[in-house]
Nanobody
Framework: VQLVESGGGLVQAGGSLRLSCTTS????????MAWFRQIPGRDREFVAS????????VYTDSVKGRFTISKDNAKNTVYLQMNSLKPEDTAVFYC????????????????????WGQGTQVTVSS
């Protein structure tokens, strides 16, 4: 399974971006999916996860109310809508997919996921 992210870029603080992640070689309906982000020199950080069936989501506290994860199984794509962006959101964002223990399960743990994309850079200027 390959994951390809898109939608990153440079935006001013307060602006919005929508990241997309499309699967190939496997259907998005078969996986729970998530977004992580990483700043150079720091560990990869959980951002948001959505269950296989799309009915459950979880967010890290710092993005609650600003970011929304969603899934379009027909398009094999997961999205991360990011609003009210802050300079501290600057990072490389990674999409990931994995099989969890139930179709409604979500997890924040990176070791749980099986496949990772190459990442897309998001830069928020102040």
């Amino acid at each position: 399974v390959q994951l390809v992210e898109s939608g990153g870029g440079l935006v001013q603080a307060g602006g919005s971006l929508r990241l997309s992640c499309t699967t190939s070689g496997g259907s998005a309906r078969s996986y729970a999916m998530a977004w992580f982000r990483q700043i150079p020199g720091r560990d990869r950080e959980f951002v948001a996860s959505i269950s296989q069936n799309g009915g459950s989501t979880v967010y890290t506290d710092s993005v609650k109310g600003r970011f929304t994860i969603s899934k379009d199984n027909a398009k094999n794509t997961v999205y991360l809508q990011m609003n009210s962006l802050k300079p501290e959101d600057t990072a490389v964002f990674y999409c990931t997919a994995g099989w969890l223990w139930a179709t409604s399960s979500v997890t924040t743990k990176p070791e749980t996921y099986n496949y990772w994309g190459q990442g897309t850079q998001v830069t928020v200027s102040s």
